[in-house]
């Protein structure tokens, strides 16, 4: 991301978030930029996974407002947001396990394909060319992860990694403008990783798209990405460029204790 590129794209408002008397996320703000690759990070409890799910809408925080592109996020439902663009991996996979790659991506792609219901069962050649361009679309996104040799392959049998990149195709057939990836480089090894930063960074550049990341490996996040917003407890303790970030010593203390 160059200097000049400093157009807001999401401001987070002082968000609280409450489960009964656990205190999961604790007044936290943030502003991102759009292009940025934004890391969000913190120990295990620290309320980075909350905040994702306040941003795609899945919970509603008890205070504050999501500003999205001028818009009020607070308040819309999961659907609602995704229709607004943005798209989201999860910590947790939640593929189709028992389609194929395939068939795991044509499902979200089929969103922006409006369907023209007597169209589709006579076969009227704008119907099948609708058809061809989402199953084109679905192929050059399994081509971009990695995945285009194994696009008939059962999701479930797909390695740890490959399903990791599975969910980020999936994610980008809702045609995002900003991409929430929730631990992407869970269960890689250290040449996966490698690659998932070059991915990462080609997907924000070919499709001019703003990222947020959750991820534990924080080499990963270092290299990766422009800023970076720490949590612990559900606080905001750091908010800066990674080598800021880094020598932090609150940061430093949330991770490593006292000692």
Do not use: W
């Not at 489960?19 to 934004?38: P, R």
């Not at 905040?51 to 999501?66: K, V």
């Not at 905001?236 to 000692?259: C, R, T």
């Amino acid at each position: 991301m160059t200097k000049h590129q400093i157009t807001p794209i999401l401001q987070l408002n002082n968000i609280t978030k409450k489960f009964g008397g656990l205190l999961a996320v604790d007044a936290v703000s943030f502003t991102v930029v759009q292009n940025e690759i934004f890391g969000l990070i913190g120990p295990n409890g620290a309320g980075k996974t909350t905040i994702f799910n306040m941003l795609s809408g899945l919970i509603t925080p008890d205070l504050g407002q999501i500003n999205y592109l001028g818009q009020d996020l607070t308040k819309l439902q999961s659907y609602q947001i995704a229709q607004r663009g943005i798209a989201r991996t999860f910590q947790n996979l939640r593929l189709l396990g028992n389609l194929s790659a395939l068939e795991n991506v044509l499902v979200p792609c089929n969103v922006h394909h409006k369907t023209d219901f007597l169209a589709d069962f006579l076969g009227l050649p704008k119907a099948q060319l609708a058809q061809k361009k989402t199953y084109s679309k679905a192929k050059e996104l399994l081509d971009l992860v990695g995945l285009s040799d194994n696009i008939k392959q059962q999701a479930n049998n797909f390695s740890y990694g490959d399903q990791r990149r599975l969910e980020i195709a999936r994610a980008l057939a809702l045609e995002p403008k900003l991409l929430l990836l929730d631990e992407p480089a869970a269960g890689m090894n250290t040449s996966e990783k490698a690659s998932l930063s070059d991915l990462i960074r080609q997907i924000r550049d070919q499709f001019n798209l703003t990222i947020i990341l959750i991820e534990h490996h924080i080499p990963l996040v270092m290299s990766l990405c422009e800023r970076i917003a720490v949590l612990d407890f559900g606080k905001l303790i750091s908010l800066g460029e990674p080598e800021q970030v880094k020598n932090d010593p609150l940061v430093i203390e949330a991770y490593l204790g006292n000692e």
